[in-house]
């Protein structure tokens, strides 16, 4: 069975300081992975997306993820962040061949001036 | 529209009410899903329509909750006999493709109050 951890609820960082939320995964296929964001009050947005081609993954502003099999993490990265980012992420698995995403809790990202 | 479109933002109901969400996906998508976000939660997956058919709906959590999706455009949530517990958000997305998890675009959801 899949599962999603992310392992903070809550992550607190300053503006311009690299960001790190944690991700691990439990899948018993090839998974894809993905980071979605929810802005407050806005619709889920698609960050980035891994599908077994390269294990660092580049999104959109400026966040990229890294896939390690054997540490089975997903950890999703900035290297400076902006007070735009504050938002919740989530992680999510999905086996392949099957639409069923599998959501982690979430992770709120807090900017502090 | 240019994204997917949820009505109402906020719906209140008292326990017991007859409650439907509705959500307008993008024009053309091909595949519907509905999901429900508890506070504090990541969403969970309620029902996925390809066009008109509802191929999936093994994550409605009782047969109070019904989806309908009659000319494969515009879905319709419904649930009856509302109880405390069924309290969230309910969000909609929509794909272009029929494979289904790729590239969802996502409403901004209702949120139900129930009394």
């Known amino acids: 069975a899949q599962s999603v951890t992310q392992l903070d609820s809550h992550v607190s960082v300053s503006e311009g300081t690299p960001v790190l939320l944690r991700c691990n995964y439990s899948?018993?296929?090839?998974?894809?992975l993905f980071w979605y964001v929810q802005h407050p009050n806005k619709g889920l947005q698609l960050l980035l997306k891994y599908t077994s081609a390269a294990t660092l993954v580049k999104g959109i502003n400026g966040f990229e993820a890294e896939f390690k099999k054997s540490e089975t993490s997903f950890h999703l990265t900035k290297p400076s962040a902006h007070m735009s980012d504050a938002a919740e992420y989530f992680c999510?698995?999905?086996?392949?061949?099957?639409?069923?995403?599998?959501w982690g809790a979430g992770t709120k990202l807090i900017i502090k001036p | 529209g240019a994204g997917v479109s949820q009505s109402p933002r906020y719906k209140v109901a008292k326990r017991g009410q007859d409650v439907a969400l509705r959500c307008d996906p993008i024009s053309g998508h091909v595949s519907l899903f509905w999901y429900q976000q508890a506070l504090g939660q990541g969403p969970e997956f309620l029902t996925y329509f390809q066009n008109e058919a509802q191929l999936d709906k093994s994550g409605l959590p009782s047969d109070r909750f019904f989806a309908e999706r009659p000319e494969g455009s515009v879905s319709t949530l419904k649930i009856q006999r509302t109880q405390q517990e069924d309290s969230a958000v309910y969000l909609c997305a929509s794909s272009p493709l029929g494979i289904g998890n790729e590239k969802l675009f996502f409403g901004s959801g209702t949120q139900l109050s129930v009394l």
């Open positions: 999510v698995v999905s086996e392949d061949s099957n639409y069923q995403l599998i």
């Open positions: 899948s018993s296929y090839s998974p894809s």
